[in-house]
C-alpha cells in the first residue's frame, strides 16, 4: 500500500522560512507528478507547486520567486523550500502524487506565519 507522509510545518514569523518534506513509501512501480497544495478552512485545496519526473515544474502566481519545489528521485521524496513566508501563506499544506496511475495525497501539515 503506498503511503505518502509529510514532515516540516509548524509556526514561523513572516518573513522566515521552512522546509517541508514528502516521502512515498510502498509498492511504487511508476511515480509521475509530485506537488503540494494548500487549503485554509472554507475553501478549496489549491495548487502551490507541482514538479514531474522529469524536472519541469510549475507555481502559483502567490509563491513565484520565494517557494521551491525540488525531489529526490531516489529516496522517493520531494521537498517545498519556503522562504519570506507571509501571514496569507497560512494554511494546511498537502502533498500530493500520482504513483502507480493513482493519485495518493499526503495527511497534511500545518504551516502558520504568525508574529
Known amino acids: 500500500q503506498v503511503q505518502l507522509v509529510e ?49 519541469s515544474t510549475n ?8 517557494f521551491t519545489i525540488s525531489r529526490d528521485n531516489a529516496k522517493i521524496t520531494w521537498y517545498l523550500q519556503m522562504n519570506s513566508l507571509k501571514p496569507e501563506d497560512t494554511a494546511v499544506y498537502y502533498c500530493k502524487s500520482v504513483i502507480n496511475g493513482r493519485e495518493f495525497w499526503g495527511q497534511g501539515t500545518q504551516v502558520t506565519v504568525s508574529s
Do not use: E, H, N
Open 59 to 66: 507555481y502559483a502566481d502567490s509563491v513565484k520567486g520565494r
Open 7 to 55: 514532515s516540516g510545518g509548524g509556526l514561523v514569523q513572516p518573513g522566515g522560512s521552512l522546509r517541508l518534506s514528502c516521502a512515498a513509501s510502498g509498492s511504487i512501480f511508476s511515480i509521475y507528478t509530485m506537488g503540494w497544495y494548500r487549503q485554509v478552512p472554507g475553501k478549496q485545496r489549491d495548487l502551490v507547486a507541482r514538479i514531474t519526473t522529469s524536472g
